[in-house]
């Protein structure tokens, strides 16, 4: 007997889309989470973690009625996605690809907000306690609670971040590497309206970018040596609002800093993304250099198949752990965000390279980039994620 169809371990964004989608299938789910989010108001601060969800992300979004709900607290549209390095730069225009926007900036937790307030009577949630341990055979996976109580289900998906109990539990190894740089976040005030571009401009050190959020705001991200971060996030606030004035490019303006944080860079993928009975999706399953901000997206597209698949399996009277059906989930999404890592890493190596002659072929690729008419219009889908994930 079952307490459930399937046990989510993580609420999070990925972990509450999953949630909401399995529900609308006719699945019995169960969300273990530390803390329900906060409720919004209009007049908070805005969050430093924020996520560029891309087009296919927000018709998801849609499509399971969460998106609404988004609308009706905080986002901020962008039309422009502009890479530079120097006197070079590439923009792509949303109107190149007759869309409105290319993506939203949008705070985390409006998303996860979002996502709960979609929770339905098949949503079973248990906050307040964590997974301990976990046992599973061929007909069922059971995880004991922090509170001693031992819950079943036909599968059981660990969407619980980079340092996912559930993968450690199942015993699930990883790969991958800590960057050599660190990545400074900060909200800041700008002089100007809302903008509607993204923008990241390169440097030998790493890049810098430029995210705009709802109102005269944006989010400023500085990747540099770890040691050069430190170094940021001790200074005086006055202090580090000169330090990205005169760091940034002129475009920026005089800003103002409301709070900041930073947080080394790492590359990380699960050996397996499925044993047995248990599933890993987002960033329990993978971790990626936030250079494009496709994390979220890649999560997004984790969920989107295995809740496709899954589905399949019950309108078809499968075992919802069908193995055939989650090796293919497997296969296809190792693949896939193993791409987009490698395309990360290579961008990541290339532009850290300090060579006037090195620069001066990227600065030429740049230029070429921009005028490259078919190509660049497919480089702008590949961007939203139209046809592509």
Not at 110 to 132: C, G, K, M, P, S
Not at 244 to 260: M, N, Q, R
Not at 275 to 290: C, Q
Request: glycine letters at 6%; a neutral charge; proline letters at 3%.
């Amino acid at each position: 007997m079952y307490d459930t169809d399937v046990i989510i371990s993580g609420g999070g964004m990925v972990g509450a889309a999953l949630a909401v989608a399995l529900s609308q299938a006719g699945l019995a789910v169960m969300v273990l989470e530390k803390q329900q989010p906060a409720s919004f108001a209009a007049d908070s601060a805005i969050d430093l973690r924020v996520s560029s969800l891309n087009l296919r992300s927000e018709r998801w979004l849609a499509s399971l009625g969460a998106w609404q709900h988004v609308q009706q607290m905080r986002l901020c549209p962008y039309q422009f996605l502009q890479a530079g390095e120097g006197n070079a730069a590439v923009r792509f225009a949303a109107s190149e690809i007759a869309e409105p926007h290319l993506g939203h900036i949008i705070e985390n937790n409006v998303v996860q907000l979002a996502l709960w307030r979609q929770f339905n009577e098949q949503v079973e949630v248990i906050t307040d306690t964590q997974i301990v341990a976990l046992q599973q055979n061929d007909s069922s996976v059971s995880v004991t609670l922090s509170d001693a109580r031992i819950v079943s289900a036909k599968l059981l998906i660990g969407a619980d971040g980079a340092h996912s109990v559930v993968r450690q539990l199942a015993g699930i190894g990883t790969q991958g590497w800590q960057y050599q740089q660190a990545c400074l976040v900060a909200y800041v005030d700008t002089p100007y309206p809302q903008q509607d571009i993204t923008w990241q401009q390169f440097y030998p050190s790493g890049p810098r970018a430029f995210l705009p959020l709802p109102g005269a705001q944006a989010s400023l991200v500085w990747y540099d040596e770890a040691a050069k971060v430190k170094q940021l996030a001790q200074l005086a606030p006055a202090a580090l609002e000169r330090a990205f004035i005169e760091a940034f490019p002129d475009e920026l303006g005089a800003v103002k800093l409301k709070s900041s944080a930073w947080f080394p860079l790492a590359r990380m993928q699960a050996q397996q993304y499925v044993k047995g009975r248990v599933l890993l999706a987002g960033d329990a399953a993978h971790t990626i250099n936030p250079l494009a901000g496709q994390g979220v997206n890649l999560g997004f597209a984790d969920a989107m198949l295995l809740v496709e698949l899954i589905s399949a399996n019950l309108q078809a009277r499968r075992d919802l752990a069908d193995s055939a059906s989650l090796l293919q989930y497997q296969r296809q999404r190792k693949l896939q965000n193993s791409l987009m890592m490698g395309a990360m890493d290579v961008i990541y190596q290339t532009f850290s390279r300090d060579s006037d002659t090195l620069s001066f072929i990227r600065q030429q690729g740049l230029r070429l980039a921009a005028n490259a008419g078919v190509a660049k219009r497919l480089l702008t889908q590949y961007a939203v994620g139209n046809g592509v994930f």
